[in-house]
């Protein structure tokens, strides 16, 4: 019987020290994953790009609509350029499954891209909701302005009721051929991004990106401010910022996402009024001049 209790007791002790061992790896593991996952994104990994996939905290503190912060910005910040579109006249309008489409043109390796896309993407979270936005930085040095924090549209979706984004990233950041340009909307890009439209700050002679298209009655090339603004920023940092309206950063952001949100308005028909009734839009419309 001794024999026998001494068996069971040693018996048990092992059984115990394998469920203990267990646990601990558990915790472990699962803290491992916790600690990988940073307030920037998800685990989710582009296999393509390499972008990570934005979480829905970041994701709301671009997109979600703020109008007080667009109102005390309205078209204030010095770092901020009015690109007034380029109005095209007796064409056919830009339409896409029944709504007026707006046009970008941007690569991943491309820093002024990676600038525009901020406002860009605050300015359609006011008419719609993004999903799966990946978040990513612009090329290496020695392209200008490395590392630009950003994101990228490629494999992204957006729905609103009045206007539908159509994106393509053109290259990767390591400039490897990502998405294949759209025959009607490449067609535009041909005809419009051409030298005499360049902006001073994009990247040079024989076309620039990002390129947008307003529904084929104006478009607009470069960025809005320059890309050095964002230097040595996280995508968290960047997004955290846009809600504080005296930050020369945001200032920059949500002014040229203002003027983007008036252009988007001119196809809309002013719709949502509570957006494009706003002063810091209606202040963005009366600046940029434009009145069609």
């Known amino acids: 019987m001794a024999a026998s209790r001494s068996r069971n007791s040693s018996s048990s002790r092992i059984t115990w020290a394998a469920v203990v061992a267990v646990l601990a790896l558990v915790l472990v593991l699962v803290g491992v994953r916790i600690s990988g996952i940073s307030n920037d994104a998800s685990p989710s990994t582009n296999a393509t790009t390499g972008a990570r996939q934005a979480s829905s905290t970041l994701l709301k503190e671009v997109t979600g609509l703020n109008v007080g912060v667009a109102n005390a910005v309205g078209v204030t910040s010095p770092a901020t350029s009015v690109t007034s579109p380029v109005k095209i006249a007796g064409q056919p309008a830009l339409i896409s499954h029944g709504r007026p489409e707006l046009f970008y043109v941007g690569a991943e390796y491309c820093p002024y891209c990676a600038a525009q896309r901020w406002p860009l993407a605050v300015a359609l979270g006011?008419?719609?909701?993004?999903?799966?936005?990946?978040?990513?930085?612009?090329?290496?040095?020695?392209?200008?302005?490395p590392l630009t924090p950003t994101f990228t549209f490629y494999q992204s979706t957006y729905s609103s009721k009045y206007v539908t984004f159509v994106s393509v990233e053109t290259e990767t950041r390591t400039h490897q051929p990502l998405m294949t340009m759209p025959k009607v909307e490449g067609a535009l890009f041909s005809k419009y991004d051409v030298e005499k439209y360049l902006p001073?700050?994009?990247?040079?002679?024989?076309?620039?990106?990002?390129?947008l298209d307003f529904g084929n009655r104006f478009f607009q090339a470069g960025a809005s401010f320059t890309p050095a603004l964002l230097t040595g920023m996280s995508q968290s940092t960047i997004a955290k910022g846009l809600g504080n309206p005296?930050?020369?950063?945001?200032?920059?952001?949500?002014?040229?996402?203002?003027?983007?949100?008036?252009?988007?308005?001119?196809?809309?028909?002013?719709?949502?009024?509570?957006?494009?009734?706003?002063?810091?839009?209606?202040?963005?419309?009366?600046?940029?001049?434009?009145?069609?």
């Not at 001073?200 to 390129?211: A, K």
């Open 126 to 145: 006011r008419f719609g909701t993004f999903s799966r936005l990946g978040l990513t930085e612009s090329a290496p040095s020695p392209e200008a302005y």
């Open 246 to 292: 005296t930050s020369p950063m945001t200032a920059a952001i949500v002014a040229s996402a203002n003027y983007l949100t008036a252009d988007i308005c001119a196809l809309t028909g002013e719709q949502p009024t509570r957006v494009c009734q706003s002063s810091g839009i209606e202040d963005a419309d009366k600046k940029s001049g434009l009145r069609w």
């Open 200 to 211: 001073v700050n994009g990247p040079g002679p024989g076309g620039s990106i990002p390129f």
